[in-house]
């Protein structure tokens, strides 16, 4: 590992655990990303994954008793980090979180509603990762947008028929052998942990 390489992901933790979790640490650790030596990268994303989970544990628990603009602010970086290391499993855990949190909250501040696209978006990408339990789970809240908020444009029809095909999808594919890791954000024990403090913050 070439020195530069080793100062950026030095700064990036720094940054990290300073809590400025702001651009700035993202352009380190996209730089950091951007190194050409790919047999060398998969040990630094490695090191990153194993070094992020540990850190947002910590980080959602400190965040605690902050405003819910705040913690979502916090979520979302985190799930950028999480995507940009490619880990899809704390990426997700963190997005679907982070819309049940704005779902609870918009009871008092209408800003934070979720839209049926950005549940349909979510439950397309889990899908995609062969989390299929929760692409059936964002589906329901995705059509739930239309019992509550009706509204009379012929294209909803089509819309609502593309979830529930995608939902049909993610049944078939979590009751099939292909499904079979399906569950898999609730059993491993980080993401358990991660779903428990979130709530916990979010409530």
């Known amino acids: 590992m070439s020195t530069a390489v080793s100062h950026q992901i030095s700064l990036f933790r720094f940054q990290v655990e300073s809590r400025r979790l702001d651009e700035g640490a993202l352009r380190i650790l996209e730089s950091v990303l951007a190194w050409d030596d790919y047999k060398s990268l998969d040990g630094v994303v490695c090191i990153l994954k194993q070094f992020m989970r540990h850190e947002s544990l910590r980080i959602i628990e400190e965040i605690a008793g902050k405003a819910a603009e705040h913690k979502l602010l916090i979520v979302d970086f985190l799930v950028r980090v999480f995507a940009l290391i490619g880990d899809t499993e704390s990426c997700l855990a963190l997005r679907y979180e982070a819309l049940l949190m704005r779902e609870q909250k918009a009871i008092c501040d209408q800003r ?44 909803n029809y089509f819309v609502i028929e593309k979830i529930k095909n995608l939902k049909d999808v993610a049944v078939i594919s979590a009751s099939s052998k292909s499904g079979s890791g399906s569950n898999v954000l609730q059993e491993q024990e980080y993401s358990a942990e991660l779903t428990r403090i979130l709530r916990s913050c979010g409530s």
């Open 112 to 155: 934070l509603l979720v839209s049926y696209s950005e549940w349909l978006t979510f439950a397309e990408h889990s899908l995609e990762s062969g989390f299929c339990s929760i692409a059936k789970k964002a589906c329901e809240k995705a059509l739930l947008c239309f019992d509550v908020n009706i509204v009379d444009d012929p294209e």
